[in-house]
T-cell receptor, first 113, second 113 residues
Framework: DADVTQTPRNRITKTGKRIMLECSQT?????MYWYRQDPGLGLRLIYY???????NKGEISDGYSVSRQAQAKFSLSLESAIPNQTALYFC????????????FGPGTRLLVL | GQQLNQSPQSMFIQEGEDVSMNCTSS?????WLWYKQDPGEGPVLLIA?????ELTSNGRLTAQFGITRKDSFLNISASIPSDVGIYFC?????????????FGEGTQLTVNP
């Protein structure tokens, strides 16, 4: 079984809709991250959380919000989706004792019409 | 904004050839990581480098942490078709909080049998 899972894997939505992307991990890591990937831009950090009481903005947090429901769960929400949020979204986890190694989920492909 | 320059953006090679790609920055990094992303999957860690000058191998892959701490390269020897994918460098920028990674834009590798 995968250590980091994301649901859904694919999603099509309309402009203005609220959607939530979910991430779960069984690695027991405290640190979780949400990234977005666009062609030619690599991975950009949206939000990150070092434990359930700690939420931090990344470099592109505008238009997104997150919720850390438990150590194992970290959700990303788009309150009112817009077309330029069409992208591939990745969740990742890391263990502070493992230095900066991050483990990624399989990704969610989002299309906003 | 993006602080890592990764090159080349894409490579088309014949099976059996060696491959080299690199990342450079104007800023100092404390850690360099190299990831590979297969189509439809999340990035998977290949090699982690933690000390300036460090040279590390993982099978046919070799990576080095530059002495200036502003660059890193990844070499793949005797390429095979399953090496196809996108390769990303990533690093922890000096002065940023632990675990936050900056990613390069990726190198798309195509291997012709």
């Amino acid at each position: 079984d995968a250590d980091v899972t994301q649901t859904p894997r694919n999603r099509i939505t309309k402009t203005g809709k609220r959607i939530m992307l979910e991430c779960s991990q069984t690695k027991g890591h405290d640190r979780m991250y949400w990234y977005r990937q666009d062609p030619g831009l690599g991975l950009r950090l949206i939000y990150y959380s070092f434990d359930v009481k700690d939420i931090n903005k990344g470099e592109i947090s505008d238009g997104y919000s997150v919720s850390r429901q438990a150590q194992a769960k970290f959700s990303l929400s788009l309150e009112s989706a817009i077309p330029n949020q069409t992208a591939l979204y990745f969740c990742a986890t890391s263990d502070p004792t493992g230095l900066w190694t991050q483990y990624f989920g399989p990704g969610t492909r989002l299309l906003v019409l | 904004g993006q602080q890592l320059n990764q090159s080349p953006q894409s490579m088309f090679i014949q099976e059996g050839e060696d491959v080299s790609m690199n990342c450079t920055s104007s800023s100092i990094f404390n850690t360099w990581l190299w990831y590979k992303q297969d189509p439809g999957e999340g990035p998977v860690l290949l090699i982690a480098l933690y000390k300036a000058g460090e040279l590390t191998s993982n099978g046919r892959l070799t990576a080095q942490f530059g002495i200036t701490r502003k660059d890193s390269f990844l070499n793949i020897s005797a390429s095979i078709p399953s090496d196809v994918g996108i390769y990303f460098c990533a690093g922890q920028l000096q002065g940023t909080s632990g675990s936050r990674l900056t990613f390069g834009e990726g190198t798309q590798l195509t291997v012709n049998p």
